[in-house]
């Protein structure tokens, strides 16, 4: 079990760019898959992108491809979301998340960030 705290949401025009970030602790980081999801009002939530717990291996959703980063540090126990060329369709609540290796689903979520972009 890890414990996960988002943080960096606001709000932002379109085009403009955010850095996410969550710090994890509680138990050995490194041997989490780690991921980000989003949730917009009215909608279900999202993968949006995850990274493998060593060797750096990544995953995007289509909409979000070439626009959003994720990476990991884990001598720092974080792991961020870069995201640029912001439109108002990533509205949303990021969240956090991490599993083991061998769960099928993500079972440790950090509270949400809100990320808003004007027109």
């Known amino acids: 079990q890890v414990q996960l705290v988002e943080s960096g949401g606001g709000l932002v025009q379109a085009g403009g760019s955010l850095r996410l970030s969550c710090a994890a602790s509680?138990?050995?980081?490194?041997?989490?898959?780690m991921a980000w999801f989003r949730q917009a009002p009215g909608k279900e939530r999202e993968f949006v992108a995850g990274?493998?717990?060593?060797?750096?291996?990544?995953a995007y959703a289509d909409s979000v491809k070439g626009r959003f980063t994720i990476s990991r540090d884990n001598v720092k126990n974080m792991v961020y979301l870069e995201m640029s060329s912001l439109n108002p369709e990533d509205t949303a609540v990021y969240y956090c998340?991490?599993?083991?290796?061998?769960?099928?689903?993500?079972?440790?979520w950090g509270q949400g960030t809100q990320v808003t972009v004007s027109s």
């Open positions: 509680g138990d050995t980081f490194k041997n989490y898959v």
């Open positions: 990274i493998n717990r060593s060797d750096g291996t990544t």
């Open positions: 998340a991490g599993r083991l290796a061998t769960h099928r689903d993500y079972d440790n």
